[in-house]
């Protein structure tokens, strides 16, 4: 049974930080591209990191450059989204997202809520 299970997220104050943490479990992972995207009510999801399979390189929304960085470690099956410098328009729900590399197969996460307020 394939499973992507988000955690990490909460409430903080601008500025602050936190870790979002997504482990993946049903399929093998260092076969697929991970994203984390994020989504706000009445908006589209937006796609704000991405990490390849095999190399490991990343590439992120202009939004969110030089304030994320996306990681991963296939031992553990596990993706994380480390976010500084938190501003109050990061506020949404972030989802966990694993895309095949060669055949587009994808599975989405639950979500969890970042909430950046004071």
């Known amino acids: 049974q394939v499973q992507l299970v988000e955690s990490g997220g909460g409430l903080v104050q601008p500025g602050g930080s936190l870790r979002l943490s997504c482990a993946a479990s049903?399929?093998?992972?260092?076969?697929?591209?991970m994203r984390w995207y994020r989504q706000t009510l009445g908006k589209e999801r937006e796609l704000v990191a991405n990490?390849?399979?095999?190399?490991?390189?990343?590439n992120y929304a202009d939004s969110v450059k030089g304030r994320f960085t996306i990681s991963r470690d296939n031992a553990k099956n596990t993706v994380y989204l480390q976010m500084n410098s938190l501003k109050p328009e990061d506020t949404a729900v972030y989802y966990c997202?694993?895309?095949?590399?060669?055949?587009?197969?994808?599975?989405w996460g639950q979500g969890t809520q970042v909430t950046v307020s004071s």
């Open positions: 997202n694993a895309i095949h590399a060669l055949n587009g197969r994808n599975y």
């Open positions: 049903g399929f093998t992972f260092s076969n697929y591209i």
């Open positions: 990490i390849m399979s095999t190399s490991g390189s990343t």
